[in-house]
């Protein structure tokens, strides 16, 4: 086989204006789509202003835009001219998918809209982005990410004791639903290979930031538990510390990485006290913890400190920014930060990488604004116009129903990435040790002196549905020998140990390929496969501490904080992704290779805009607690309900436009104060934002939030009551049925997050089955997959290299 670029068969539109479409496409033309962006004569709004703010010099595209447009083609035209429109029509029919949000002139067109789209090409995917969804009560309500964050309970969780809860910086909500965008572009495109039927993929920004922004699925965690949430934010405890000369940033993911930090830190009277084990301890003893790590951190360089850290295999790393993340030598050495094609630029490289015969293209430049307009406007005028091909009626086939997935997985990003496999059809085997299980399950709601405690473990439920269970010993020779056999009747491998721990089980693509040549096999460790890091482990706070994600978040005054969790369904996602780009090569070669994906790559992706604007123009992303570098007024203020005894309740109001201050203005009754010509600009407002929350302070204090939202969303500001993290019951999550109930036996009725990309044409619950229990399909894997006996499946178990439930006695 020749090289190849995956997606060449792939030709994509690009209606969208906001970041989570820019991303969709930058990752679909990444692995060689042909994607055209269709703008109108102004422009993509990028092109101008980057989403922190930053003007573009007069003709120059801003370098944001230039990142997130590489490699791809401009056509423009104006919404006014029917000529215009009949281009985009004309390439729209050569197109397989569309990406769409509603803001701009152009996507505002009636032919242009998702339904009408749907109807005129159904052969045609039509991505559909906006910030509720196409239907449900709030759909075409006016929302920021900031406001999305807050009814989402993404805000209202996350603090530090005496200070408001903080929202997450840099907007990574809407890069997490373009991620989450073209992970499902991708798998209606392999259903479509069947019937030639193309569909509505409605994708909800909301649900995206309810799914990765909330602190790992909270409404199954709390519905499980039977409780609400405590009301108290909270923060990571070891999290980011000042050291001598930065910050560096700690997760304790397990007691044993607890442990062994105690001994980092050299307090060895708590690792004797196995209460602190416990977060819930830790946060409670937070003055006292605090003290001692600050000092401990503050007599140290951040370099000595992750040296230590890592011969402890405590999870650490710098807390980087746009400053410093190019100069990290692990970074380097992998070429995760690499010029821009145009100069002068930093950026992100891919945040994958294909180990085979397909090879992605090198990153190219963007386009100048209808740089391909003549081209195309050429090519539709020669070629005819292909026809949709036949289509056939809903009930199709699910996208990976002729897949089988096995999963070397733990915690939440590998799993995830395996699940969404499930959600669409793939039959998925979680490979679990019966001496060594998914540590998701160490999270349970038993004492473990309770029977089957690890069964009853939320967020092992909530991320592994969809699966079935194999107790497996690899640490068995005959383990071993076992998993390779049904790898060998397998599609998909997934992993994401510490690239130790495959290596010492001599698990290699060289050796899978021997006898399975089709396999692709995922591996997603923390840092990469090879450079400086590769040893080291890390969970998804380690990425946002290291990627610079943490340092956006939180106070100027404050330390950074950590998003939290947002990495996992990030790295899941972009795992998902690149898994089906190496798909769509076996589909067309026969053969599977080496995916890798690792972790910080895709946090170094989304938070690009920080490295990018500070090589560019020399500024350096800060923390701005709950102000926006793009929107003012933008905060959270305290209502007229009654106290809460934490500040609140409180509610969230962001203005990013000018037509949203006006109608803001409005809704307040036209104060004298607010009509200053200068506020009518979003210049004018960022210089007074003390002064406009101040005012606006003074107009929530004397209103309940149902008030205050009603008045200023009917007007068409974007607004929210802070909500908590485990409150499943807003209205549009019921309509769109986001939530959906999973029976199990153990645990009885739990509740789980959905996809925020709802397929329209073949509408099916995602969560068909619970997660499994440990062991719990052995049977059938080892009996009916493999075929062998009842007595040599005995001697399996009598041998403990299969089992039924946790046995840590080996
Ligand atoms: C998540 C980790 C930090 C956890 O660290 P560790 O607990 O130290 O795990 P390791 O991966 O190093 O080692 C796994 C151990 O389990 C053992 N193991 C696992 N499965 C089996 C089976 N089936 N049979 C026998 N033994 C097994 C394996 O041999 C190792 O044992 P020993 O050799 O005896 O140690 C690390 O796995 C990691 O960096 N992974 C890559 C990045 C990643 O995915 N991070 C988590 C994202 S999710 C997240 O952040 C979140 O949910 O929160």
Redesign the pocket.
Known sequence: MTDMSPLDDVTVVDLSSGVAGAYCTHLLAGAGAVVVRAEPPEGHPLRRRSASGIVSPDGEDGALFRFLAGSTQSVVADPERPADVALVLDVLARADAVVWDPDSRLAAVPALQPAALHERFPALDVLALTAFGLDGPWAGRAATEFTLQAWSGAIGWRGLPGRPPVSVGGRVGEWMAGTFAATGLLASRRRRASDHGGQILDTSIFEAVALSLTNMHPVTYFAEAGRPRDPAPMSLLPGIHATKDGWVGFMT??GQQWLDFCVLVERFDWLDDETLIAQGERERRRDELTAHIDAWAAARTTAEILELAAAL?V?AAPVGNGATISAIDHFADQEMLVEAPEGGVVQPATPYRLHGKASLPAPGRAPALGEHTAEWARRVADGPRPSAGPTSGPGGRLPFDDLRVVE?T?????PSAAQFLGMHGAEVIK???PA?PD?MRALSLRAVDEEQWWEYAPLFHATNTGKLGLG????RPR?LELLVDLLDTSDVLIE???PR?LD?WELSPELLHQTNPGLIFVR???FGLTGPWRDR????QTMEQASGMAWVTGFPDGAPQVPS?VC?PLAGAHAAFALQVALAVRDRTGEGMLVEVP?VASALNVAAEQVIEYTAYGVLAQRQGNRSPSAAPQNLYRTADPDDGLGGPLVAISVETDDQWTALVDALGRPGWAQASELAGFAGRKAREDELDARLGAWCAQRSADEIVAALWTAGVPVARVAMPHEPDHTQFAHRGFFETVEHPVEGSTIVAGSPVRFTRDRYPVHRRRAPMLGEHNAYVVTELLGMTADEYDDLEANHVIGTGLRLDG
């Open positions: 993911g397990t295999r999870p070397l733990a915690f939440w990003a590998g490979v679990e040790s060594r540590g497996l010993r690899l640490d383990g994401n140990f510490s721990v010492s997603m460790p923390a482990t890390g969970f998804a969790g996992d972790m």
